[in-house]
């Protein structure tokens, strides 16, 4: 029953019976209420636990970098939605650090154009709810994945022979440490730049195998940025701490960090340090990471796992894969409880600290109960949407106003929003639930892919 099947359920009754005979753990509650709970982080009151987690629309100025009208349409949708935090999408702190040729960056010259997207979007909630959205911004380096200008131009950080193979990267060194040193700054001052805009958080991203990411991981790195935990995390605290010494108390440092780099060791992260292994999960070093970051004033720890490029059943469960890519390899309902309970085992490990959950959108309407099962639970603190708010950006207000989720409205899991981004030419939405805007830019991608003989 494990093997890979589209969702076909339409109860919860149906949902509890494959738990069930999948002997999978995933809590449900009829308590809705606990969704409208207020949350603190760092002294800003959430009205409610649903965050917006970061989705690239890919459509900022491919001169300026500054958001665009479409930008500006999502978050003023997702605050009109209900939900109490906007985690915003990644925007780099440099030009080679960019990941698409429309990836945002934040600048002094297009800064106002930022004030305008937070002000545009934090009247949008106050108009529609009344109350006062938090909005986090995701400053990024892309690595490995830099594409500035739409020109592949990969950075790394280490040799990693997993990830060096299947990305055509065997013949470039590692960064140095001075180029890392000087990185720092640039987060640094970009984060300036976005507390200025109004943005009540910065975030350092370290996911999916983006720079940050690569560092936690760099056992073979030589130099005070690889080998030991201390180095391999240096950048991470040594920056997030240069940015909490510098920002106005009124904007909090954060991170979206995976937990789970999965190579074999010595190259992942999150993973059992013993040589000869394919990779198990060892959660002790990431674990330790939240607890350090928590302590030094980080209010909230936001998670994910693995690689979307290479494994994508394990952060975001789907029916449908990219083109040229076969099912995946398991009932997207196991992916589902796996990723719930890698964010229990880090929540439970320090309840104090506010850590949202994601990957949820395979469950469509049967969303609501799940979530609040896992808030009364103590698996999480907030629930988190990506995909499933681009389909359905109102989806907190039907859940907090009308108990339950329309399912003609929900993501369907067919990943066309990430096949726009991996397309590299059109601007990313939902293909089926807003098609007026984001088919066409579906279609440029496919043509341009075409044209290119990848299609």
């Known amino acids: 029953m494990t093997d890979f099947r589209r969702f076909d359920l339409k109860t919860y009754d149906d949902l509890r019976g494959d738990l069930d005979a999948l002997n999978l753990e995933l809590p449900i509650s009829e308590n809705l209420d606990v969704l409208a709970e207020k949350v603190n982080v760092g002294g800003h009151v959430l009205p409610n636990r649903f965050v917006i987690q970061p989705m690239e ?34 925007v ?60 592949v131009k990969p950075l790394k950080v280490q040799h990693n022979p997993f990830l060096d193979e299947k990305l055509g990267m065997t013949d470039i060194e590692p960064v140095s440490d001075d180029y890392l040193d000087h990185l720092q700054d640039d987060f ?101 990471l939240m607890k350090e970051c928590f302590e030094m004033g980080m209010p909230m720890f936001n998670v994910s796992v693995g690689f979307p490029r290479f494994q994508p059943y394990m952060n975001r469960p789907h029916d449908n894969s990219l083109v040229g890519e076969g099912n995946p390899p398991e009932y997207p309902l196991v992916g589902v409880a796996r990723f719930q309970q890698t964010v229990r085992d880090m929540q439970k490990s320090l309840p104090e600290c506010p850590v949202p959950t994601a990957g949820l959108a ?72 807003d098609k007026e805007i984001y088919g066409p830019e579906l279609k440029k991608g496919r043509l341009a892919a075409k044209e290119k003989g990848l299609a």
């Open 92 to 151: 780099s702190v440099v030009p080679d650090g960019c990941s698409n040729a429309k990836q945002m960056r934040i600048t002094e010259e297009n800064l106002d154009s930022y004030k305008k997207l937070v002000d545009d979007t934090k009247t949008a909630a106050r108009n529609a709810f009344g109350h006062e959205l938090r909005f986090v911004v995701q400053l990024t380096h892309s690595g490995r994945f830099s594409r500035p200008g739409g020109v």
């Open 188 to 288: 640094v001052k970009a984060a300036q730049l976005a507390a200025r805009a109004g943005f009540d958080g910065v975030d350092m991203k370290a996911v999916h195998g983006y720079l940050i990411a690569e560092l936690l991981g760099a056992h073979t790195r030589e130099g005070k940025y690889g080998g030991s935990y201390e180095n391999r995390t240096r950048f991470l605290r040594e920056t997030a701490q240069r940015m909490m010494d510098e920002l106005p108390e009124s904007t909090f440092v954060t991170s979206r960090t995976t937990v789970l780099e999965p190579c074999p060791y010595p190259y992942g992260w999150g993973v059992l340090p013993e040589i000869g292994k394919n990779w198990e999960v060892d959660l002790t070093e990431p674990k330790r």
């Open 57 to 90: 629309g890919v459509d900022g100025n491919p001169v300026t970098g500054a958001p665009t009208e479409l930008t500006d349409r999502r978050y003023r949708r997702f605050a009109e939605g209900g939900s109490g935090l906007i985690w915003a999408e990644a």
């Open 362 to 433: 395979w469950l469509r309407h049967l969303l609501p109960q799940v979530a609040a099962g896992l808030i009364e639970e103590g698996w999480c603190s907030l629930i988190g949407m990506g995909r499933g708010a681009f389909a359905y950006p109102d989806l907190v207000r039907d859940i907090l106003e009308k108990g339950v989720m329309a399912p003609e409205k929900c993501c369907t899991t067919c990943s066309m929003c990430t096949q726009i981004m991996k397309d590299g030419v059109g601007c990313g939405g939902c293909v089926i639930r």
